[in-house]
């Protein structure tokens, strides 16, 4: 990997550099990463809210998500296995970027297709074009956080990481305050749902995909270094390799879905005979259940090992030799500080953001004042804290604005309570929302260019896909009964909770200091 440049720039360098066609590109590329993301994570909780589905049912669609959690387990794919008549053309990133892309549209529009509220199996219909475009945005971000840091240097990874923040923001505020304003301008409301105006609206965000298969069309094919084994593999390989990833996803995803039925019936049981919080037991008994997912593949894999489906040295340079490098790097003890860090970092605002939605509108919010303030004005604010994390970032380092940004998250959670307490007050709701973006914006970049700096350049996509998958997995698990938690609890105690989840990220960070000074 190469080391840090230490040279100085003078402002005219700088500003040459904001203006650098890469940097523009990870512009474009952060709009079409954030457009996914907020119909997903967002926008598809306020559609369903209007629909009338319950609040439970809404924070449990956030686990259509997940894609970007387990986007390690097909990050190795993406990473070696070249696509017939794209890749000769475009390149290997570049034609996973097409593909990604066209998988995102085709989503986008099948979900607005769909009736939410239509009765019959629209609701599965729904979940899995969510869960369909989860996977689709989440490929797509594997291939953008490669590119992104093969493209340029370590030392400009806080500069591109800010921009690439910038563009996302502003795909989210498109697919969030865009999207709200579109619905309301198309005849939908809360009290008076037509499905026919989300239809229009999610149309509307797939043709805004285009920006993204612009800017891969015009991009240029970052250079990159060797991995193991690239060159000596044939095409039988990676198609056998292909197969063994469809078998696995298939048992997992079998697995997962036919275990539904029998997880209902224990968390009655074990609640009915334990004097334990529901919420609690619920949990317990899905982490059970993902749990026998993943050991079910885990034997498949074995099985198709066995059995000589695939080749062995290619699944070992593929899956075992990215972990095995970043242990040989920072040694057993250190690699597991780093990645608890990883994995907590952003709990408390991820924990918070599934349910903030819902709570604008129980607040009594419209959507016009949820779109202006806390999409349009919020991703003002964030984009202002990004800016200000990647000069900060390149003048102080990058430990002391990750624990100035994990202190100012717990901190701006707290802000949450008071709102609770004040209803439906639009002056606390900006001064809220300034300083949660502020500090979000602030955070996400110091983070982000930590990640890419623990990143070994011969294993880019899989390390990185690894580091973002655990940086949103427990965080998005517990998002998803956040819904439970507030009707058992209420707002006040729920907003104080994600806070009180801040304070161990500031130990570990603490904890970290001497690896993270290093980069």
Not at 94 to 104: F, K
Not at 212 to 217: A, K
Not at 302 to 325: I, K, N, S
Not at 418 to 434: E, F, H, N, P, Q
Request: a positive charge; one cysteine or more; hydrophobic letters at 55%.
């Amino acid at each position: 990997m190469s080391r840090p440049d230490t040279k100085k720039r003078t402002w005219s360098e700088t500003l040459a550099i904001w203006l650098h066609p890469r940097v523009v590109a990870m512009l474009f590329l952060g709009f079409s990463a954030g457009i996914p993301f907020s119909l997903t994570f967002f926008t598809l909780s306020i559609w369903l809210s209007e629909a009338g589905i319950s609040r439970s049912t809404v924070t449990f669609f956030s686990w259509a998500a997940l894609g970007y959690s387990f986007k390690f387990i097909w990050a190795p794919l993406v990473d070696r296995m070249p696509l017939p008549f794209l890749t000769p053309h475009l390149g290997r990133r570049r034609s996973w970027l097409l593909v990604s892309q066209a998988v995102i549209i085709a989503a986008i529009i099948w979900m607005a297709l769909v009736n939410p509220g239509g009765g019959g199996n629209s609701l599965i219909c729904m979940a899995m074009a969510a869960v369909l475009l989860g996977f689709a945005s989440a490929t797509q971000d594997i291939v953008i956080d490669a590119y992104r840091i093969e493209c340029v240097e370590v030392s400009l990874q806080a500069l591109m990481s800010s921009v690439y923040i910038a563009g996302y923001r502003i795909g989210m505020l498109v697919a969030g305050a865009g999207a709200l304003f579109l619905a309301s301008l198309f005849g939908t409301s809360k009290g008076s749902y037509h499905y026919s105006a989300w239809c229009s609206t999610y149309l509307v965000m797939a043709i805004a995909m285009a920006a993204g298969v612009v800017t891969t069309l015009f991009i240029p094919e970052p250079e990159r270094n060797q991995q193991p084994g690239d060159g000596i593999y044939s095409t039988a390989d990676y198609v056998r390799f292909l197969g063994l990833f469809l078998l696995v996803a298939t048992l997992f995803a079998t697995t997962f879905f036919f275990s539904a039925a029998p997880a209902a019936t224990a968390k009655g049981l074990i609640a009915g005979k334990l004097p334990m919080n529901r919420n609690v037991v619920d949990f317990g008994v899905e982490a059970c259940r993902l749990l026998a997912a993943l050991f079910v593949a885990g034997v498949g894999i074995r099985f198709a090992l066995f059995a000589g489906m695939v080749d062995r040295r290619m699944v070992f340079d593929t899956y075992v030799e990215p972990v095995r490098d970043f242990f040989s790097r920072y040694g057993g003890r250190t690699a597991m500080l780093l990645l608890t860090l990883i994995g907590f970092y952003k709990l408390s605002d991820i924990v918070l953001g599934v349910v903030s939605n819902i709570f604008y509108l129980d607040m009594g919010f419209s959507k016009n004042v949820i779109a202006g303030v806390t999409k349009v004005y919020g991703v003002g604010m964030t984009i202002l804290g990004g800016f200000l994390g990647g000069v900060l970032t390149l003048r102080f380092g990058v430990y002391a604005i990750l624990f100035l940004g994990a202190f100012l998250s717990a901190v701006s959670n707290l802000l949450f309570m008071v709102l609770a307490r004040s209803g439906a007050d639009v002056s606390m709701l900006t001064m809220v929302i300034a300083v949660d973006n502020l500090s979000a914006g602030l955070a996400a970049t110091a983070f982000v260019a930590f990640l890419s700096s623990l990143t070994n350049i011969s294993f880019t996509a899989v390390q990185y896909a690894l580091f973002s998958s655990m940086m949103t997995l427990f965080p998005k698990l517990i998002g998803g009964y956040s819904g439970e938690i507030v009707t058992a609890w209420g707002y006040e105690s729920f907003f104080l909770l994600t806070a009180v989840m801040g304070i161990p990220v500031l130990i570990l960070v603490w904890m970290a200091r001497d690896v993270v000074e290093l980069k």
